[in-house]
């Protein structure tokens, strides 16, 4: 029987393509002309990752792609069986072998130019000798099969435990998609794309155009899809499985919604089409170019390792975004965000891509700027701003801080360093330069940049000077010192005000810039200088600081003196990055401290508070402040805080504060030194989620707060009643997820028969989900024959958990309190390493060195883990990176100690 989608609703988007295509392909008609002369050969090293060396010489040999590829998913629950036709224009003058990326399949034919040759395959790639191959035209067909993954990469398949439906979806970047098909894997040897998939009868099939046809017979069907676009193959994909599905065709552009049937019931398919549409109504008028592709669907995923992946018009999503309960508003603009930062990758990314791995950046940076900014201005959400400051800017601030940082635009000598790349910096520093740059050359004109940029460039590749070129050509102006110090050097510098006043008047005013004390460069951004003094306002005629003078500055060099007209009232405070225009942290002087303590809430304004409690947290970060000062100040002043955003920064600060004092106690060799501070914590946070007003957002977050801290037997006895108590009781829906987060919090500290309300819990919840809750609240026990089963598990390479489960048991195995367990596994941690190194994958080494690396918050445990990084092996850049930030972290912690080990010892020489 055929079935055939009707092709009407194609017609619109295929006049806007055709249209689009034959005025951006004129655009970007150099971009896409290669070079007359091929470089010297280079030999391909014999190892997975692929080099750059090797990657630019084969974009020089091979054009004009396509691949057709023929793929069955019904003979097997663990591997598939395809055909793939590769078509190409050959042009090596070297006569050099070329080589065909493909990891670790079954090849049981080989053809080239219709000529059956033996497979000349290594476990990472096929090798076609040059005598094989001839001028111009040439196809070559391998049929094969390969497993399926479990990892999250490649073609991963997912098998629901209870239902019994299995999920297949694609991931692809940065270098996976060789582990489903035979290609030219790299972002710059760009092709079209055809495909055929036989799949069980009642799956849905899903990749970058829709289907032309569907064959169905009597228990599985046959899908056909027409011919792609032309673009890069990490951004391919291919999606299978009884998928609920939802559809809308409200605007020029028709979108579906997948889920698994299991999931349908927590999706709001209304929320989902709402924020797509409106981000790329956004986007079609701000980057002046209509969508580019025919229609655009959004697949939410289990088991999947990032928030998203914006594969052309087939972008998956992480199931972690759904909620078993009403989301949150900061959920809820989470969500709408990453629709959005994924909508702006079919713009960036998709039709103008990075030459290289080196440039990733010109993606993420961008895709994570223009979400926040399409989200503004669609006035979908209040805070969007203060939630980038608050999440996205601080996680580039700590990155840029780390001894792992490194440019935006960095070298990336092969893709098995590209996973290290994926941090703060590529999307938090990157978006925020792009935030500060249109306050320096006009908003109008980076707009126009960016268009021209894209115009120029579309279904093309690129690279960083082609964006500066672009900008510079609509802002006449030369940003090549911007770049150079905003993009090509790594770091963050602190500003700092000082001012004098005489007869009550601002005599002085100067900013100083500090340089980071690795990257000694001065930078010239522009920023907004803040001069607050008391008011008082209302019926209460309570005092509040308002600015009284905002003072937009340019500031370049050690010291810029701020030029002021006369008469301006001597302030009581001033900050000096007001609106957040500037990527730079902030240290304020002394009268302004002095101001802030005891006035915090007086201040008006979300953003302004976020940035007040965030420089009172920077100065206990870098040990200028003992820990103590802020969990008391946030004891006498969050109380009154009535902003969710701020009251969650805090109390993140808070949780991250008990952990602090348990690792204290480790360095200073005084277990219970701290008991008092960790119970003032959890007391307070229990006492705030009491008095939140009930099925509030503010509740929510006291909640997760709680759960985190409680450790003592009050506390632990708060929140287990809450597994019992009716909604109406609690004054909040506890939901299946926080019930296992409570769970996991009894258990790692034994709290009466946990272990049995886990077993019960598992009955009752047949969920994916239950089984990553059920492995973690048995993690966390502090037992040692429980941390040992477990280390054996994530350290074997025939593990039956996926890989899911162990990067959920990983975050929960060692808590803090629980230091010692983990100081017993350094002997074994190092031996481990040689065949993690030898065996893992990138992403499940990172996991590892992130949470099993045996750093302590003691200068013993540190020397250890130093003298395994020097014993001359080579560690994998994922790893090795992972590694050198928890070291970090951990001597900040002693630091962190010794800081309050002061205080405490002036304290206690006062009383």
């Known amino acids: 029987m055929l079935l055939r989608r009707s092709p009407v609703w194609l017609s619109m988007r295929v006049v806007m393509g055709v249209v689009l295509l034959f005025n951006i392909v004129l655009l970007g008609a150099c971009q896409n002309t290669r070079q007359s002369t091929t470089p010297d050969a280079v030999e391909r090293e014999w190892q997975y990752p692929l080099s750059q060396r090797y990657a630019a010489f084969r974009s020089h040999t091979v054009s004009d792609v396509h691949y057709d590829l023929d793929i069955d998913l019904t003979q097997s629950e663990t591997q598939f069986y395809a055909r793939s036709t590769v078509s190409f224009n050959w042009h090596d003058k070297s006569q050099s072998e070329l080589t065909l990326d493909f990891e670790q399949g079954d090849i049981q034919q080989v053809k080239i130019n219709g000529k059956i040759v033996a497979a000349d395959y290594e476990q990472w790639y096929l090798r076609i000798a040059a005598e094989a191959l001839t001028p111009g035209r040439n196809v070559i067909e391998v049929l094969y099969r390969r497993a399926y993954s479990t990892d999250g990469m490649g073609l991963h398949h997912f098998k629901d435990r209870d239902s019994g439906r299995r999920y297949l979806y694609s991931q692809f970047e940065a270098y996976e998609a060789n582990k489903v098909f035979p290609l030219f894997d790299q972002p710059d040897i760009k092709a079209t794309y055809t495909l055929t998939v036989q799949a069980p009868l009642q799956w849905q099939v899903i990749t970058s155009v829709r289907e032309a046809i569907v064959e169905k017979g009597e228990r599985s069907a046959r899908w056909y899809f027409p011919e792609s676009a032309r673009f890069s193959p990490y951004v391919f994909s291919l999606h299978a499985g009884p998928y609920a599905v939802w559809e809308s065709n409200r605007g020029s552009i028709p979108l579906r919604l997948f889920a698994r049937q299991e999931m349908q019931d927590y999706v709001n398919p209304d929320q989902w089409f709402d924020a797509t549409y409106k981000s790329l109504a956004f986007f079609e008028r701000y980057f002046e170019l209509p969508y580019p592709f025919l229609k655009y669907d959004q697949i939410i995923v289990p088991e999947f390792n990032f928030g998203a992946m914006e594969n052309v018009a087939a972008v998956t999503f992480t199931e972690k975004l759904l909620t078993r309960s009403e989301p949150t508003e900061a959920q809820r603009r989470r969500v709408a965000n990453i629709i959005a930062h994924e909508a702006a990758h079919m713009w960036f990314g998709n039709i103008v891509t990075m030459q290289w791995w080196d440039d990733l950046w010109l993606n993420e940076s961008f895709a994570t700027y223009m979400a926040n900014l399409a989200l503004v201005q669609s006035a979908q959400f209040d805070g969007v701003w203060e939630a980038f400051y608050a999440g996205t800017k601080q996680r580039a601030y700590r990155a840029d801080e780390a001894v792992t940082t490194h440019p935006v635009y960095m070298d990336v000598p092969s893709t098995g360093t590209v996973l290290s790349t994926l941090d703060g910096i590529t999307y938090g520093k990157g978006a925020s330069v792009l935030k500060q740059l249109p306050y320096y050359v006009d908003e109008t004109q980076f707009q126009k940049g960016v268009a021209l940029y894209l115009k120029t460039h579309a279904w093309g590749n690129a690279q960083l000077q082609d964006f500066v070129s672009s900008l510079e050509a609509a802002s006449q102006k030369n940003l090549q010192a911007w770049s150079q110090s905003w993009l090509l050097e790594p770091g963050v510098n602190t500003i700092e005000v000082h001012f004098e006043c005489r007869d009550e008047q601002l005599s002085k005013l100067e900013l100083i810039q500090y340089p980071d004390r690795r990257y000694p460069t001065l930078r010239t951004q522009r920023v907004q200088l803040a001069l607050y003094r008391f008011v008082s306002e209302g019926a209460s005629n309570e005092p509040r600081l308002a600015p009284d003078r905002v003072l937009p500055v340019t500031y370049s060099g050690e010291r810029t003196v701020v030029l002021t007209e006369q008469g301006i009232a001597c302030p009581e405070f001033i900050y000096p990055n007001y609106g957040d225009w500037g990527y730079v942290k902030v240290k304020l002087d002394p009268k302004s401290m002095a101001t802030l303590e005891g006035n915090i ?45 701020v009251a969650s920064f805090v109390t993140t600060k808070l949780v991250r504060s008990a952990t602090l004092f348990w690792h204290f106690e ?39 707060a709680a759960i985190k801290v409680a450790h003592s037997n009050e506390g632990l006895a708060a929140i287990a009643q809450l597994l019992d108590r009716d909604a109406s009781e609690v004054g909040l829906k506890i939901d299946q997820d926080v019930r296992w987060r409570i769970l996991t919090q009894l258990n790692r500290f034994q709290f009466e028969a946990a272990d049995k309300r886990i077993e019960e819990e598992a009955e009752r919840d047949r969920s994916e989900r239950a089984d990553k809750g059920y492995a973690t609240a048995i993690a966390a026990a502090p037992e040692l024959p429980v941390k040992q089963q477990w280390f054996d598990t994530l350290i074997s390479t025939s593990a039956t958990q996926n890989f899911s489960t162990q990067r959920s048991v990983m975050s929960h195995l060692f808590p803090p309190e629980q230091l010692g367990l983990l100081a017993t596994f350094q002997a074994e941690w190092a031996a481990a390493l040689p065949a993690l190194q030898e065996d893992s994958a990138d992403l499940k080494l990172q996991q590892f060195g992130r949470y099993i690396t045996p750093v302590l918050c003691d200068t013993e445990s540190n020397q250890f883990v130093e003298n395994v990084l020097n014993d001359n092996q080579i560690y994998r850049p994922s790893f090795l990176k992972s590694v050198k930030l928890a070291l970090q972290e951990s001597e900040r912690c002693v630091r962190q100690a010794r800081t309050q080990a002061e205080a405490d010892a002036s304290a206690s020489a006062i009383n």
């Open 666 to 704: 480790f360095e200073m060799k005084r277990p219970g030194s701290y008991l008092r501070a960790r119970e003032e914590i959890e007391q307070f946070l229990l006492a705030q989620f009491e008095t939140a007003p009930p099925e509030s957002d503010l509740k929510r977050n006291y909640l997760d």
């Open 601 to 645: 809430n007086a201040f008006e304004h979300e953003a302004m508070h976020l940035a007040l409690w965030q420089s009172l947290w920077d100065a206990v970060r870098d040990a200028r402040l003992p820990l103590n000062y802020f969990t008391d100040f946030a004891f006498d002043h969050l109380g009154a805080e009535s902003s969710v955003s």
